[in-house]
């Protein structure tokens, strides 16, 4: 669910309380003015994000670095996907009812009526949410035993999910949709970091994989379990001096 002009908000809020109830799951945009959805401070609310019973998606970008904000068509859809770049797109809404975030840039061909065909990119947190709803389409669909709900798909998202990887979310969870499966390779064989994120390359020197796919420490926090710390991806010294 994505809204582009001014709805009625009781109504649609009444249909998705008839979903949920009825365990369909509704995902829908955070939304594109880069705001926080819930404003305190001047009780100002975004929605669909702000509904209750959804999956509200943000977007990210990840050209990273210093690299300006106001990015190309072009760039983005020339850039391949880093997580050492990963951040939240400057104009994607965000906030503690931002429940996960997708890419934000998309890239796909179409054909016209005529049959002419084209390369389009295009942005915004509308294609976000539908790559977030067909993870969780998988999900249900390799997990046909269980009862699925709102509250039991947002559990697996957060089990799934590759969390605190994602730059510049000044509030609400730091998560980025996974889907429990793929490993990610590098095609000239650079990797950037640890884990499943960089072809499961494991941390030397007795350092410790982090969850968001770096090497750090052993006193550093992110090397606890409690935080997430990727625990077989670690290379004991002991196992080094064994190798030489």
């Known amino acids: 669910m994505t809204f582009g002009g001014?709805?009625?908000l009781n109504g649609k809020q009444k249909f998705i309380g008839r979903f949920s109830s009825k365990s369909i799951i509704t995902v829908v945009s955070a939304g594109n003015e880069g705001v926080n959805?819930?404003?305190k401070e001047k009780n100002?609310?975004?929605?669909p994000c702000f509904y209750k019973n959804v999956i509200c998606v943000g977007g990210?970008?990840?050209?990273?670095?210093?690299?300006?904000y106001d990015i190309s068509m072009s760039e983005a859809s020339t850039n391949i996907m880093n997580n050492k770049y990963y951040r939240k797109a400057k104009n994607s809404n965000y906030g503690e009812f931002v429940n996960i975030y997708a890419p934000y840039y998309v890239k796909y061909d179409y054909c016209n009526v005529n049959n002419k065909c084209r390369t389009i990119v295009n942005r915004g947190t509308s294609f976000s949410a539908p790559i977030v709803a067909g993870v969780i389409a998988t999900i249900m669909s390799e997990n046909n035993d269980v009862k699925f709900n709102y509250t039991t798909v947002l559990n697996y998202?957060?089990?799934?999910?590759l969390k605190n990887i994602i730059n510049g979310i000044k509030e609400g969870p730091n998560l980025f949709i996974n889907n429990g499966k793929h490993v990610?390779?590098?095609?000239?064989?650079?990797?950037?970091g640890?884990?499943?994120?960089?072809g499961n390359q494991s941390c030397e020197n007795n350092q410790c994989c982090g969850a968001n796919g770096k090497c750090y420490n052993h006193s550093n926090d992110l090397c606890k379990t409690s935080n997430g710390c990727q625990v077989e991806y670690v290379i004991k010294k002991i196992e080094i001096k064994n190798l030489k």
């Open 194 to 198: 640890c884990g499943i994120n960089s």
């Open 184 to 192: 990610v390779y590098s095609k000239d064989y650079i990797y950037y």
């Open 6 to 8: 001014n709805y009625e």
């Open 157 to 161: 998202l957060n089990k799934l999910g």
């Open 44 to 47: 100002l609310v975004k929605y």
């Open 60 to 68: 990210i970008d990840n050209v990273g670095g210093d690299h300006k």
């Open 37 to 39: 959805v819930y404003d």
